[in-house]
């Protein structure tokens, strides 16, 4: 795969340096059989460093988790080797199952198969909450 | 359907209503004593508490209902391994309405969102405690006759306290509430409960000094300061006879100060304090099985 050209798929630029692997993580690119790259410690003009992820596949891919991450991260979607639109990001009001309770007394902790849900709180200060137990984010 | 898991579910009018049926029932309770025949309270207590259980069972018994009671429910189904989602669907099949206690919090949201009746919060762990909020609110309005312009002493352990944040969160909706924090400097109010009354457009004072406090108070609202919440011993013998009220406190206090105290009290309200016509703590209790009365036919609909 050359990095450089995508041909369907997402470039997901301007990641603040460091973050590349957490986004890798949160959004399971591990399990994707399509080629991505991971570009860590990108120049940018804005941002000093950064990281970038393409992903040369046309996924389900959830906004979501970016929103929640950083909302100033970009994504490009690209068709036929050209940009075709970019998204733009919001924090979501709710996430399910994308953070994880780690309060030892919320239920989260013991009921099977109960879906962490997160939701936002605190709009200004990016607070999340565990709509069980209300414990922080 | 409603359930009631944090009491700021309820808007101020529906806290009305529910007072103003409380107080209907505790003049003309003859008229109440059938309005829930035919129908069953399923009380699920995953740990133990016999004050508050007792409280709803009562509730439902004068309502002329029955109760079914899992009053060791901790030891049965969740020790077999059965969620709090299939035992709230299991007992929906039996029950007409559910007070759940539970250690862990959130639990009485997840019965809710499994079962098909109602589900009350009767206490998950430090978490939410909505139905002691409802008996400190009708105390305050039966025994203060108003619900604004009022000064709140707080006493005791108010970091871990959640009937004080509970009663904070409440009383903020109301105008013209200054709450004085009492406690020792360990156990203060968390930032965010000071954002919540701040942001509410109240005032607050932090103070360590209850004897220092008393002449300015409406209203005094004990808790207790627990042994295993100190770092050291040494600490604690040190404070805890500053935040026991005893009668020699109450005389620089207003006339008609209203104490309260969500019980069970061990010993941070001497004994004598009780024969002081301004100790409610008593009536607080009576005034929470009312509450619970008025909230159970609400959450089933009944006029
Ligand atoms: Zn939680």
Redesign the pocket.
Known sequence: MNIDSIKNGFVIDHIKAGKGMEIYRLLKLKKLSCPVAMIMNAQSFKMGKKDVIKIDSDINLNLDILGYVDPDITVNVIKDSVIVEKKKLELPEKMTDIIF?K?PR????TEQELS?VFTLADRGRRIYR??????EA | MRHLIDILELSVNELDELISTACDIIENGEKYAHKCAGKKLATLFFEPSTRTRLSFEAAMYELGGNVLTMADAGSSSAAKGESVADTAKMISCYADIIAMRHPK??APLVAANNATIPVINAGDGGHHHPTQTLADLLTIHREKGRFNDLTIGLCGDLKFGRTVHSLIGAMTRYKHIKFVLISPEELRVPDYVKNIITDAGHEFIETTSLEESMPMLDILYMTRVQRERFFNEEEYLRLKDSYILNVEKLNNAKEDLVIMHPLPRVNEISVAVDNDKRACYFKQALYGKYMRMALILKLLGIK
């Open positions: 309770c309060n919320c239920i989260s902790s962490h565990c709509i069980y137990c209300d414990a | 919090e959130g």
